[in-house]
């Protein structure tokens, strides 16, 4: 695996990746925020074909927009970014997916899981996402149609779009192809 702009601070040691990320990071493209930013930190790798990437995540997310998850990129333009995101002092399940330009959507978490686990499924050029809560089953948060490049990026990420940065940790990465 290998860093799209590595962070200031991580560490992987059994089963668990733990980073400390910059501040003033995203991955985020052309909305009525405004701008192009692709500064968050990707941990990843790449795979061909079809896949699952599977991660649990925690967060000590305290400003605005910390964000942590899983991210599947074929470039600056063409990505998807799903975790949990801090909007208005409460965690959301967040989905974002770029084609040029970045669409959102948000589940309201209240009260904030401790931890909660991300699934993403490759079909061919479609992408499902779906969301645990801590013992329970997975629920499909969202299909879409990203990208029918053969290879793509995956793993885990995280930013701090408004804040000085916080930390995130990752565990059970999974990262395995589908026949």
């Known amino acids: 695996m290998e860093w799209y702009n590595e962070p200031p601070e991580w560490t992987a040691e059994n089963g668990r990746i733990t980073v400390k990320s910059a501040g003033k990071t995203d991955f985020w493209r052309k ?12 941990y990843y790798e790449a795979v061909t074909g079809d896949f699952e990437a599977e991660v649990t995540i925690q967060g000590e997310y305290a400003v605005l927009y910390d964000q942590a998850g899983l991210m ?34 948000v ?9 909660i ?39 885990i990420m995280c930013c701090a779009p408004t804040g000085d940065g916080f930390t995130a940790r990752f565990e059970g990465l999974r990262i395995a192809p589908v026949r």
């Open 31 to 42: 909305t009525h925020y405004g701008g192009v930013r692709d500064s968050g930190h990707f």
């Open 72 to 105: 599947v990129r074929e470039n600056e333009s063409t990505w998807l970014k799903c975790g949990i995101e801090l909007l208005n002092g409460v965690q959301q399940a967040s989905v974002v997916v770029t084609r040029d330009f970045s669409d959102w959507s």
């Open 107 to 115: 589940i309201p978490l209240d009260p904030p899981p401790a931890t």
């Open 117 to 155: 686990r991300f699934l993403i499924r490759r079909h061919g050029g479609t992408v499902e996402v779906s969301y645990a809560l801590p013992g329970g089953e997975f629920h499909l948060q969202r299909q879409a149609t990203l990208s029918a490049t053969a290879t793509l990026q995956v793993g």
